[in-house]
């Protein structure tokens, strides 16, 4: 099987220039190059760039898909949006990790599986991860979490460490972030458990008459500031810093009313998830097996049915399982054995399934050369 590598990068806050354009095209002479993106795969040869190098000087989000089981995911967001600190509490290992540069944080999420992975085409994967830059430049910490997750899962954490402050919302991922889940291909069983821990997400339009409040408190000339970015359309992130604030002092007032769950282990979380995944597969068992013997029972009632119409014409059928072996037809073939199967059942129906045997044994006599037929027999069971 040939290698596939997909690797596409994309730029948000600001687009490339036309040198920048000029500078990636001498790597590549058939990767597609717009302002805003770099996209191209490799089926036999390798990227020539520096992913870690364009994402320090060029691009806000990477992804990296390769056949053999590899996927990458990197984010890039202002220090004043997402702080090193905070990642840190979260990502402790080689599959979730982060680091700063020229004012940036630069997250990378990685997923490995070894031995090789299902064949997956990168393309469209970026799209649908991208919202969750916006989100985590907003405060939401369940990307941070998933990534902790993604840590636990591959074993590299000890039984004894204790996650970090599960954010809420966990139970309730909206497109973007069941689309990481599915791309980092976190244990669906493990997060379910560490949602339980999560509180539900408030949404901020059911908040407005609080950021009211707040924002009233504000200074003026920071609100004049926020406003004339807004319309001048110079700069969002003051908005989304403002939105951060509250969410924060929000987070902040519900923690000091509010008793704090207990911070589970690793090594308990896994225990969960594992119980809880026996669990859905007794469950899925269990179901398998009533729909099955649902199937049967209609089944058994449609043949039953069916035994009842032909009961009257045994001897007709007898004879058109002889005609039908004489004409030395595969189809035929089947269709006697289809016929015998019939006359077996009804022989068993009326307690006389020697006489049936009887029958049966001299048609075989009789037809003993045909290996066809005799095989087909075998099959059936007859």
């Not at 490799?42 to 898909?65: H, I, P, Q, T």
């Not at 997923?111 to 649908?128: A, F, I, K, R, Y």
């Not at 901020?204 to 920071?222: C, D, F, N, S």
């Not at 068993?348 to 045909?370: P, S, W, Y």
Request: proline content about 3%; some cysteine.
């Amino acid at each position: 099987m040939s290698e596939y590598q997909y690797y596409e990068f994309q730029a948000i806050d600001r687009p490339l220039t036309k040198k920048e354009m000029r500078e990636l095209r001498t790597y590549s002479t058939r990767a597609r190059i717009t302002p805003t993106s770099f996209i191209n795969d490799y089926s036999w040869g390798n990227f020539r760039g520096d992913e870690d190098a364009w994402m320090e000087k060029y691009f806000d989000a990477f992804l990296y898909v390769a056949n053999w089981g590899t996927r990458v995911l990197k984010l890039r967001l202002p220090c004043r949006l997402l702080d090193l600190e905070t990642v840190h509490l979260y990502c402790r290992g080689k599959q979730a990790f982060a680091r700063e540069k020229d004012g940036k944080i630069i997250l990378t999420l990685v997923s490995d599986e070894e031995g090789g992975g299902e064949w997956v085409e990168g393309e469209g994967w970026l799209s649908s991860l991208i919202s969750v830059r916006a989100e985590i430049a907003r405060g939401d910490k369940r990307s941070l979490y998933l990534g902790w997750l993604l840590c636990t899962q591959s074993g590299k954490l000890d039984d004894e460490d204790v996650e970090p402050a599960v954010p809420p919302g966990l139970g309730q991922l909206n497109a973007s972030l069941e689309s990481l889940v599915e791309f980092l291909r976190i244990d669906t069983d493990l997060l379910l458990v560490a949602a339980r821990a999560s509180q539900p997400m408030v949404d901020a339009r059911e908040k407005q008459e609080e950021i009211r409040k707040w924002v009233g408190k504000l200074p003026a000339h920071e609100k004049d500031d926020v406003l004339t970015r807004l319309i001048a359309g110079e700069d969002l992130s003051p908005a989304t810093e403002l939105l951060r604030r509250f969410i924060r002092e929000c987070d902040q007032e519900d923690q000091g009313a509010a008793e704090q769950p207990r911070r589970r282990t690793v090594g308990e979380l896994l225990r969960s998830a594992e119980e809880h995944a026996q669990e859905r597969r007794q469950l899925a068992a269990k179901k398998a097996a009533e729909e099955k013997a649902r199937r049967e029972r209609e089944a058994a009632i449609l043949r039953a049915k069916y035994l009842d119409k032909i009961a009257g014409r045994k001897p007709e059928l007898w004879n058109e399982v002889e005609t039908l072996i004489s004409s030395k037809q595969p189809k035929s073939y089947d269709s006697a054995v289809k016929l015998l199967v019939d006359l077996r059942d009804l022989a068993a129906r009326k307690g006389k399934t020697n006489e049936f045997q009887a029958r049966l044994d001299a048609i075989r006599v009789a037809h003993v050369r045909k290996p066809s037929f005799i095989e087909r027999l075998r099959k059936a069971r007859l």
